[in-house]
T-cell receptor, first 112, second 116 residues
Framework: GNSVTQMEGPVTLSEEAFLTINCTYTATGYPSLFWYVQYPGEGLQLLLKATKADDKGSNKGFEATYRKETTSFHLEKGSVQVSDSAVYFCAQLYNAGNMLTFGGGTRLMVKP | DTEVTQTPKHLVMGMTNKKSLKCEQHMGHRAMYWYKQKAKKPPELMFVYSYEKLSINESVPSRFSPECPNSSLLNLHLHALQPEDSALYLC???????????????FGEGSRLTVL
């Protein structure tokens, strides 16, 4: 079936470190791919998205590239800040409907 | 206006109470969703409304009753809940994928429910 797998956290980094959070998907066809972020006590916010192979989504210094050959959509940021501490969810929209399938979430903790 | 507004933000109820969660959006979206999120878990889909009609019910117990009075409003009626139903309930909206290629969903801040 369709599923999204992302690396388990927590990921703990020092400020200004490089971030990678891995995400792979298993949908057939060409799903749209998303990264959502959830800050403590809040709902989900769309961080970035990509709708076709080789698209790069970017926002607030975060980037992710839709890799069809490896079915991946890894999230990267060159220099994290304390304010980036949150839970990050990778998600896909598969072709059959209007439903998002979420990965398990990765908690990021950035220390000063 | 790119917001999805949920009320109340916090709700405490007993197992015999009847309460409702409300969600509102004015982005012209015709697909609206209820998700349930337990601590340290991803959101789990409960219901999907498309053009004000219930299109998906993910085998949710009948003590949860959704309602979509119009294209801007979505309610979740709660009755005879159990303590294990305590969670963050998230509302989301989006354009049906026929109209928008990406299928992006916009989420509200959530209603945090505690059942005593």
């Amino acid at each position: 079936g369709n599923s999204v797998t992302q690396m388990e956290g927590p990921v703990t980094l020092s400020e200004e470190a490089f971030l990678t959070i891995n995400c792979t998907y298993t949908a057939t066809g060409y799903p749209s791919l998303f990264w959502y972020v959830q800050y403590p006590g809040e709902g989900l916010q769309l961080l970035l998205k990509a709708t076709k192979a080789d698209d790069k989504g970017s926002n607030k210094g975060f980037e992710a590239t839709y890799r069809k050959e490896t079915t991946s959509f890894h999230l990267e940021k060159g220099s994290v800040q304390v304010s980036d501490s949150a839970v990050y969810f990778c998600a896909q929209l598969y072709n059959a409907g209007n439903m998002l399938t979420f990965g398990g979430g990765t908690r990021l903790m950035v220390k000063p | 206006d790119t917001e999805v507004t949920q009320t109340p933000k916090h709700l405490v109820m007993g197992m015999t109470n009847k309460k409702s969660l409300k969600c509102e959006q004015h982005m012209g979206h015709r697909a609206m969703y209820w998700y349930k999120q337990k601590a340290k878990k991803p959101p789990e889909l409960m219901f999907v409304y498309s053009y004000e009609k219930l299109s998906i019910n993910e085998s949710v117990p009948s003590r949860f009753s959704p309602e979509c009075p119009n294209s801007s409003l979505l309610n979740l009626h709660l009755h005879a809940l159990q303590p294990e139903d305590s969670a963050l309930y998230l509302c989301a909206s989006g354009l049906p994928r026929l109209l928008q290629g990406s299928g992006e969903l916009f989420f509200g801040e959530g209603s945090r429910l505690t059942v005593l």
